[in-house]
């Protein structure tokens, strides 16, 4: 258990907060890059900051303080130019600094005014890569924004999900060290909202947690398999300092403020051989829902939308004082105890855990993959025909993780895979 005060230590993000200090030292996924084609600009909540990121007509991105500093009008209602953003109220505008660049009716009555130049609003780093878009919120010098081995494997179909879940991030961060729930909550839940008594999934036998540069992976015995199996000898990633990576996917969960989520998800699927050479000119992006319209109830047929019924049931911030921890928590415990001593270590001027800063470093970050093999040489149509995946779930023609995959993605990637 942790007493309230921890509790609020380790939850809260917003300005100003220990927590938020060490959350804002990372880079974080805020919108999808295809988002832009459609409207260039975004209203966003960060870490109970309202923002509004935006794409010039430059191809740069920017994100800015929500209101302008004129009259206050909403930012996310302005207008791209070449440079940076303008507000729709006056014509006000701004860079990706947030240095105002132009004040029309100042400068037409005064040819000579540098009024714009004493205005500057609050202004974040942003950043495209993966087919995300990416905020660093912290103090300069800015750390790498870390270029994930994954995202550099040719021949992928990749999805973008993200969806809008109410309660602490942390919830859902201490799911992404969670092997046993997998058992439970995903397989033998799903038996029984089937109707089914039975027979249910193998036991975990053994459990096992290891920290390496970028997280903790976890590692797991079920009945039936042993220490030569790829969940135990490689097992999966609770990803530093706000993700999960299994693999072959990427879920992070972003705060938007301490009681509201934005789970954002990144599929890889990557093409069978006789669809090589793949190219993808723009990543899909889909927004998922949680609650059922027809019961009312969360939706609970789907993976991530079974962990948001966990996340979700614990609180809107999970009174964690009253929790009864066990041996399946040893993770938990390890992630709460690196987030503490990296508070304090902070405090020595430390970097946190996990920040990338040598460019040399960062040109292609390995993580623990057990697929590595298949995700990179792919797999011949027999293979997958046959159902012999390697627990990548390439032989899956559904997308089992999240409701709502629209009809346009579903069809993509169908055709992308050869189904
Ligand atoms: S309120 Fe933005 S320009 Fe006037
Ligand atoms: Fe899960």
Redesign the pocket.
């Known amino acids: 258990m942790l007493e309230p005060d921890k509790n609020r230590l380790l939850t809260q993000v917003g300005p100003g907060t220990p927590m938020g200090d060490l959350m804002r030292r990372y880079w974080h996924p805020i919108a999808a890059m295809a988002e832009f084609d459609e409207t260039p600009v975004k209203a966003v909540r960060l870490m109970g900051e309202d923002l509004t990121v935006y794409r010039d007509l430059s191809g740069t991105y920017g994100l800015i303080d929500r209101h302008?500093?004129?009259?206050?009008?909403d930012?996310s209602y302005?207008f791209v130019e070449k440079c940076g953003l303008r507000?729709?109220?006056?014509?006000?505008a701004f860079d990706e600094t947030g240095q105002c660049i132009e004040?029309p009716f100042e400068q037409m009555v005064d040819a000579k005014s540098d009024y714009h130049s004493r205005i500057k609003i609050k202004a974040y780093k942003a950043q495209a890569q993966a087919g995300l878009v990416w905020a660093y919120m912290g103090p300069e010098p800015a750390p790498l924004l870390p270029n994930w081995e994954l995202f550099n494997y040719p021949n992928s179909f990749t999805q973008i999900v993200f969806c809008e879940v109410p309660c602490n991030w942390f919830q859902g961060q201490e799911n992404s060290i969670d092997p046993v729930h997998f058992e439970w909550m995903h397989d033998n839940w799903s038996v029984r909202l089937k109707g089914k008594t039975g027979p249910y999934a193998p036991a975990h036998t053994k459990i096992d947690f290891e920290e390496f540069e970028y997280g903790i992976q976890y590692k797991r015995i079920r009945q039936g398999s042993d220490e030569t199996s790829p969940l135990w000898t490689i097992g999966r990633v609770c990803l530093w300092p706000n993700a999960l990576f299994t693999g072959n996917h990427f879920e992070w969960r972003v705060p938007i403020d301490d009681e509201t989520t934005m789970s954002v998800a990144w599929f890889f699927s990557r093409v069978p051989q006789d669809r090589e050479p793949y190219v993808q000119t723009r990543i899909p992006y889909w927004y998922s829902w949680i609650k059922d319209p027809k019961t009312g109830r969360w939706v609970d047929n789907y993976i991530m939308n079974q962990d948001f019924v966990a996340w979700i049931g614990q609180g809107t911030v999970s009174d964690r004082w009253n929790e009864h921890l066990g041996r399946s928590d040893r993770g938990i415990i390890m992630m709460r105890k690196r987030f503490l001593a990296d508070l304090e270590a902070m405090q020595q001027g430390e970097d946190p855990k996990g920040i990338i800063r040598d460019p040399d470093a960062n040109k292609n970050v390995m993580l623990p993959i057990a697929a590595r093999k298949v995700l990179t040489e792919g797999l011949t149509r027999e293979d997958i025909s046959a159902g012999r995946d390697g627990m990548t779930g390439l032989s899956r023609p559904d997308f089992v993780w999240l409701v709502g995959q629209p009809d346009d993605v579903k069809r993509d990637y169908r055709e992308a895979m050869g189904f």
């Open positions: 302008c500093p004129h009259r206050r009008a930012l302005g507000c729709n109220y006056h014509g006000w004040q």
